[in-house]
């Protein structure tokens, strides 16, 4: 993989022209993406920014769901096929004021959703990468490029950068734009970002933001929270080793770690996710569910279809459960600065004919909280597999401090 840092360290020094980091990329995207397939197009006329930004030099893919002025968005849609908008999403706009160059855009499920792209994953191609944003997640692991662009519904960004063996973030909902991108609800879909390791999706924030989320070296030790969510199901074991050494490495690092029990209010809620999601697609896709039927593949067919039987009161009702798991996230949080948890069931699943299962994701996600992946193991099969850290809504700085600290320490033990 690439790292961002590491990239941008090597040209501030001279080692490397801006101009000569994008052409590797677009090299290394044309040596591997005939079998990872994880770009739908590619922008092979890249150019560099003029003056002196913080990114540049640094090759960005985007997925499909964002506008771009300068590359069709399709959406993974037959029915937006050779779709050109006129202008940039916000945060494709932000990368470029940041100096990033745009090198293409991402595979994407239809619409976000959960039909399946042809991406595969780079650890082993019989293997699905995840989804939605399969072809971001795929990107960065395969090396092609630092930093790509993808979205969050239920569990899009986590759940693949964990398949994937990537860091991935879902900042607190809000932090990032989704103006100019396709969403599938938009009380939930929240941008985010995959990158080789935490530091780098660290370094890219601040850049994208100009919000510094650094942590003072002399703050107290965190307390970190174990959650396995038991209104989920159970993990694999897989999974569970995972969460198991998460857990030892943060104890290693002087961290305090408790085990926390769920509230009531977390599981009711988790529940109402579908709800609320697919509730809030049938208004978003509401013109090309009326329009363009027959283009909608299966599992988003199958989804939009029961949406129509979901009744004002009953989507009203789903709201308000919601909202009482926003209330009760207050006390779960009082006495942690942030908890861990399964980044999903397990490993990536065999066969490109599903993007697994959101069930370790949604709930956060339905609360608007930051969620950051860190790759922890691979498992018999070598294939990866991680946890994410969860902060309070806004603590995006602490979600980061805790994922950099369980990065280092278990960088530390493999040394």
């Known amino acids: 993989m690439i790292s961002l840092v590491a990239m941008r360290a090597r040209i501030e020094r001279g080692e490397l022209t801006p101009g000569a980091a994008i052409r590797a990329s677009l090299e290394a995207i044309g040596r591997h993406d005939s079998d990872i397939r994880a770009f739908v197009v590619t922008n092979v006329a890249a150019g560099v920014a003029a003056s002196s930004k913080p990114l540049r030099g640094i090759a960005v893919g985007v997925k499909d769901v964002y506008d771009t002025a300068d590359m069709p968005t399709q959406m993974g849609s037959a029915i937006y096929a050779g779709w050109q908008p006129k202008g940039d999403a916000a945060l494709v706009m932000m990368a470029r004021r940041a100096g990033a160059s745009i090198v293409g ?28 944003s399969s072809g971001s997640a795929a990107a960065v692991a395969a090396g092609m490029v630092p930093l790509a662009f993808g979205t969050q519904t239920g569990g899009s960004v986590i759940r693949p950068a964990s398949f994937c063996g990537v860091a991935g973030m879902k900042p607190s909902f ?3 734009p989704t103006t100019g991108i396709k969403c599938y609800s938009g009380s939930l879909d929240t941008a985010g970002l995959f990158a080789a390791t935490v530091a780098d999706v660290l370094v890219a924030l601040r850049c994208l933001t100009g919000r ?50 769920d509230p009531e209010e977390f599981g009711a809620a988790w529940e109402q996710h579908p709800i609320i999601a697919d509730g809030e697609a049938l208004r978003s896709l509401a013109w090309e569910w009326e329009t363009n039927r027959e283009l909608i593949p299966v599992k988003l067919c199958q989804a939009l279809k029961a949406a129509e039987d979901i009744t004002p009161s009953r989507f009203d009702e789903a709201r308000r459960i919601s909202r009482k798991a926003r209330l009760a996230a207050r006390a779960f949080f009082s006495d942690v600065d942030a908890v861990i948890t399964f980044s999903a069931p397990g490993a990536a699943p065999k066969g490109l004919d599903s993007t697994g299962d959101a069930k370790f994701n949604r709930l956060w996600t339905l609360l608007g909280v930051p969620c950051v992946n860190v790759p922890v193991l691979h498992n018999s099969h070598a294939l990866p597999i991680g946890v994410q850290i969860i902060a309070p809504f806004g603590f995006d700085s602490v979600a980061l401090a805790a994922a950099l600290l369980l990065e280092r320490e278990l960088a530390a033990v493999r040394t």
Request: glycine content about 8%; hydrophobic content about 35%.
């Open 105 to 132: 855009k991402t595979a994407t499920t239809a619409f976000a959703h959960m039909d399946p792209t042809t991406t595969r994953n780079p650890h082993n191609l019989a293997h699905t990468p995840g989804g939605s």
């Open 174 to 176: 809000g932090l990032l």
């Open 212 to 261: 510094d989320f650094a942590q003072s070296d002399e703050d107290p030790p965190l307390r970190v929270g174990v959650t396995r969510q038991s209104f989920a199901g159970p993990a694999e074991e897989d999974s569970q080793a995972a969460l198991a050494i998460a857990s030892q490495a943060f104890n290693d690092a002087g961290a305090i770690v408790v085990d926390k029990d």
